[in-house]
């Protein structure tokens, strides 16, 4: 396991240079919540979260945690919306497992890094 990739991704949630207020300015949360339920998204999202984020050791790492945490907080302060939070703590999560694991041939995790540090949300 990799912790390098994830502590980076850690501190970049810490000097908020991944959830910006940029990335949620104009966001409907509602319609963006129905978008990522659609089976396109969910069905690759499960299928990722299948394949890295299910190992119990790795679920447990405390810098996973954090992360998740992290996210969490920073989404919640800067929208005001619990369910949208968990949505891109869930993301965090998952991307934060991958990278303990050294994935780096998950297209769909790749995906979802590369949108949020473009500064926006997967689908957006």
Same mark, same amino acid.
């Given at each position: 396991?990799?912790?390098?990739? +994830? @502590?980076?991704?850690?501190? *970049?949630? &810490?000097?908020?240079?991944?959830?910006?207020?940029?990335?949620? @300015?104009?966001?409907?949360?509602?319609?963006?919540? *129905? $978008?990522r339920d659609v089976p396109a998204f969910a069905d690759e999202w499960m299928q990722?979260? @299948?394949?890295? #984020?299910?190992?119990? +050791?790795?679920?447990? @790492?405390?810098v996973l945690r954090a992360c998740r945490e992290q996210a969490f907080k920073q989404t919640l302060a800067l929208t005001?919306?619990? $369910?949208?939070?968990?949505?891109?703590?869930?993301?965090?999560?998952?991307?934060?497992? #991958?990278?303990?694991?050294? +994935?780096?041939? *998950?297209?769909? +995790? &790749?995906?979802?890094?590369?949108?949020?540090?473009?500064?926006?949300?997967?689908?957006?």
């Amino acid at each position: 396991m990799s912790k390098t990739d +994830v @502590e980076k991704l850690l501190l *970049d949630l &810490n000097e908020g240079q991944i959830l910006t207020q940029q990335i949620f @300015e104009g966001l409907d949360v509602e319609i963006y919540l *129905d $978008e990522r339920d659609v089976p396109a998204f969910a069905d690759e999202w499960m299928q990722s979260f @299948e394949r890295w #984020a299910q190992d119990t +050791v790795v679920a447990e @790492e405390e810098v996973l945690r954090a992360c998740r945490e992290q996210a969490f907080k920073q989404t919640l302060a800067l929208t005001g919306e619990p $369910e949208l939070a968990g949505y891109v703590s869930d993301d965090m999560g998952l991307i934060g497992a #991958a990278l303990l694991q050294d +994935v780096v041939h *998950d297209s769909f +995790v &790749n995906e979802l890094l590369e949108s949020y540090r473009q500064g926006r949300l997967p689908l957006r």
